[in-house]
Nanobody, 127 residues
C-alpha cells in the first residue's frame, strides 16, 4: 500500500513557475514509477509526466506533449518524494494535479492508469 500526498499548488501568473511535491508513505517507494496527471474542469484527466525507478544512477522521464520543455519531474528515493517543477506556466495549465504511483511506468504513460493516486492539488494560472 502506498499513500500519496501532494503539496505546492496555488495561484501563479501567466509565465510564472511553481513546484509541486508528492510525499509517499511506505518503504517500497523505490519500486514504483511515479507520475503526475492533471484534470481541468470539464476535461478528461491528462498525463503530465512520469519518472522511472532507478536504473543504476539514472532515471527515465517522460512528458506529455503539452508540457515538454517547460516541466521537469524528479524524485528523491531517500526522502520518498517526487517533484514537478513547472516553468513558463500558461492559463491552460490550470487544473487539479495528481500524483500517481505504479510498478509499471507504461500503464501511466500509455493507459493513464495507476495503482495509487493522491488527493490532488489545485494549480491556477491567471492571465
Amino acid at each position: 500500500q502506498v499513500q500519496l500526498l501532494e503539496s505546492g499548488g496555488g495561484l501563479v501568473q501567466d509565465g510564472g513557475s511553481l513546484r509541486l511535491s508528492c510525499a509517499a508513505s511506505g518503504r517500497t517507494f523505490s519500486r514504483y514509477a511515479m507520475g503526475w496527471f492533471r484534470q481541468a474542469p470539464g476535461k478528461e484527466r491528462e498525463f503530465v509526466a512520469a519518472i522511472s525507478t532507478s536504473r543504476g544512477s539514472l532515471y527515465y522521464a517522460e512528458y506529455g506533449d503539452s508540457v515538454k520543455g517547460r516541466f521537469t519531474v524528479s524524485r528523491d528515493n531517500a526522502k520518498n518524494t517526487v517533484s514537478l517543477q513547472m516553468n513558463t506556466l500558461k492559463p491552460e495549465d490550470t487544473a487539479v494535479y495528481y500524483c500517481a504511483a505504479d510498478e509499471v511506468q507504461a500503464r501511466m504513460t500509455r493507459k493513464g492508469s495507476a495503482d495509487y493516486w493522491g488527493q490532488g492539488t489545485q494549480v491556477t494560472v491567471s492571465s
